[in-house]
């Protein structure tokens, strides 16, 4: 009976090919595991993407503004308060605005039911940007008539507990219902600006009262480390009168403290 014996060169070639085999399919298991990674990689960023997609408006709206230097603090902590003043059934907003130079605005808006602005105030306290403020007048304006943004003309003055407050209003805008009053009170010791407006009230009058009314009721909640802010609105206090009449006409009322514009020289 005759053996078969197996090709030597068969062998060898078989052997061959089985290590070739096996390393082709690891090459080609590696090769999707690593599509696969990739894919997943893709899918994580874009999730990622998207999700910072959405939150950017909300990043935005909570990110602090910044103008002209001046830039919105996050998490301000008051340091003045208006007690008692018939604001109660408006919506209040209280901002403070800082620049890099020391200065710093305390801001209060006032609103009504129908969200228009009804009153507005602001402390502000100069640093090293003093001559970048901007006039005085300009930024009133802009506040009492934000559409037509009308240069003032002087409305007579009111005594309050910082002194003698001069002011404003918008030219052509004599005593019509709706109109605003502002006021710009510049101190020097402490380098001190206390500047608003308001359009309560039916007549010139009450629109006086109102805005004497605001500046008799700002209180200093705290003065940090200014000793004479601290002293300044101490000595206010002490002359502060009653809201109800303190910035009416009183019967003895001179030119230059009447209702209306001072008629024997002009515009101040």
């Known amino acids: 009976m005759q053996s078969f014996s197996a090709d030597p060169a068969n062998f060898h070639c078989t ?105 507005g105030l602001e402390i502000y306290r100069p640093g090293g940007e003093l001559d970048q403020a901007g006039p005085a007048r300009a930024e009133l ?26 002011l404003l209003r918008p030219i052509g805008r004599t005593d019509a219902t709706g109109s605003c009053l502002g006021f710009i009170k510049q101190m020097e010791d402490p380098a001190l600006r206390i500047s608003g407006w308001s359009c309560q009230g039916g007549n010139l009058p009450a629109r006086r009262a109102t805005v004497g009314c605001m500046l008799n009721r700002l209180i200093l909640l705290t003065a940090g480390n200014d000793a004479k802010l601290a002293e300044l609105f101490a000595r206010a206090e002490l002359r502060r009168s009653e809201c109800a009449t303190s910035a009416l006409p009183a019967p003895s009322a001179d030119w230059l403290t009447g209702a209306d514009n001072p008629r024997l020289r002009g515009g101040l």
């Open 141 to 166: 304006a802009a506040g009492m008539d934000p559409d037509g943004a009308r240069e003032l003309e002087t409305a007579g003055m009111i005594d309050s507990k910082f002194g003698t407050v001069a």
């Open 15 to 119: 052997m061959s090919i089985r290590p070739a085999l096996v390393s082709f399919v690891d090459e080609v298991y590696g090769t999707l595991a690593r599509i696969c990674a990739y894919l997943m990689t893709l899918a994580l960023l874009a999730i990622g993407g998207v999700a910072l997609w959405d939150a950017l408006p909300e990043a935005i709206a909570t990110a602090p503004s910044v103008k002209d230097g001046w830039s919105l603090a996050e998490r301000p902590a008051r340091a003045f308060a208006i007690s008692q003043v018939n604001l109660h059934d408006k919506t209040e907003v209280y901002e403070i605005f800082r620049h890099p130079e020391g200065g710093r605005k305390d801001v209060f808006h006032w609103s009504g039911t129908d969200q228009r602005p009804v009153a």
